[in-house]
């Protein structure tokens, strides 16, 4: 072969060579990730194709609602328990009121002629005790006045306790006989409270009984002999 020929071959063979080499690639056919390769963009959605789907997007039912689970109703309110109410008092005392008329019975027994000394006597009729105040309150038929009170005689916190079914005493004097003096068949009896309260008199016989002006009672005591001899 010359040698001209064989240039001649080379040259078409060099050529070919780079015509391959020039030529797409393989991946660069499919589209080719290369910096030179072309970004695609997204396609741009009609409004028709929006109001469409604004549309289906608004008829569409809302999902139901879950029931809202009712509340417990609240327990009514326990009641309040009363106070208790305090304990008795221990005071033998407590409670305990003034001896009325409503409360007695009584008797008058002439103690002594010469002097017209009667003992008096009160009996608790109730079943509570009471207490008896001060100095019998006597009166002498229809005369006027009273018998005034002859000795002291304890307050309200020393008076004596009547208990139900006993017995308090008193000593009445009218005196000796006199010009001035007057004789009544009966005496009436009410007793010292200490407040107002309305008493009906009790009544008792003393036939012969002598009224001076220095007729006097003693204060109530629990001995029949003590009250004789004040």
């Known amino acids: ?32 990730s290369g910096a030179d390769a072309p970004t695609a963009t997204p396609p741009v959605p009609s409004a028709t194709a929006s109001a469409s789907a604004s549309a289906s997007a608004s008829t569409e039912p809302a999902p139901p609602t879950t029931p809202a689970t009712p509340s417990k ?5 326990k009641p309040t328990k009363p106070a208790k109410p305090a304990p008795p008092s221990t005071d033998p005392d407590v409670d305990v009121f003034p001896c009325s008329t409503y409360d007695l019975t009584f008797t008058a027994d002439l103690a002594e002629a010469t002097t017209s000394s009667y003992l008096l006597k009160v009996t608790n009729k ?14 002498f038929g229809d005369l006027d006045g009273r018998a005034k009170a ?13 208990a139900p079914g006993r017995t308090a005493y008193a000593g009445l004097m009218g005196g000796l006989k006199g010009a001035k003096s007057t004789t009544v068949s009966s005496i009436a009896l009410t007793m010292e409270t200490d407040s107002d309260l309305k008493q009906v008199p009790l009544k008792a016989s003393t036939p012969g009984l002598n009224v001076s002006d220095a007729a006097s009672v003693t204060a109530w005591t629990d001995n029949a002999e003590d009250a004789l001899s004040l």
């Open 126 to 139: 109730t079943g509570k005790p009471c207490l008896v105040l001060g100095h019998p309150v006597v009166t």
């Open 1 to 32: 072969m010359s040698t001209v020929r064989r240039a001649a071959v080379v040259l078409v063979t060099v050529s070919a060579l780079a015509l391959t080499a020039c030529g797409p690639s393989e991946d660069g056919a499919g589209g080719g």
């Open 150 to 162: 002859r000795g002291s005689a304890p307050g309200i916190e020393e008076a004596l306790r009547l």
């Open 73 to 77: 109703s609240a327990k009514p309110a």
